[in-house]
Nanobody
């Protein structure tokens, strides 16, 4: 059974950092890659960052490029999102997503609030 569990969200001041993690069971980030998606209150889902299978090539939405870093730990089967220089506009629920050959899998999300 596939399970994705996010952690690491919280309330931070603008300019601070947070590190989100997504632990997977039942599938591998090395095989399938993964992405982070966020959703602000009243808004739609926004893709944030992807890490692709095997070689681990990464890609980011323009708004977070140079501030966020997506990575994976193959030994721990964990996908991370290191977020620097956070802005109020980054406030959202952050969700881990993996697309297998069969379907999309989602975690329950972790809330990030950036406010002074």
């Amino acid at each position: 059974q596939v399970q994705l569990v996010e952690s690491g969200g919280g309330l931070v001041q603008p300019g601070k950092s947070l590190r989100l993690s997504c632990v997977a069971s039942g599938l591998s980030f090395w095989v399938y890659g993964g992405k982070w998606v966020r959703q602000a209150p009243g808004g739609g889902r926004e893709w944030v960052a992807s890490i692709f299978p095997t070689a681990g090539v990464t890609d980011y939405v323009t708004a977070v490029k140079d501030r966020f870093t997506i990575s994976r730990d193959n030994d721990e089967n964990t996908m991370n999102l290191q977020m620097y220089s956070l802005k109020p506009g980054d406030s959202a629920g952050y969700y881990c997503n993996v697309r297998s050959s069969v379907r999309d899998y989602w975690g329950q999300g972790t809330q990030v609030t950036v406010s002074s």
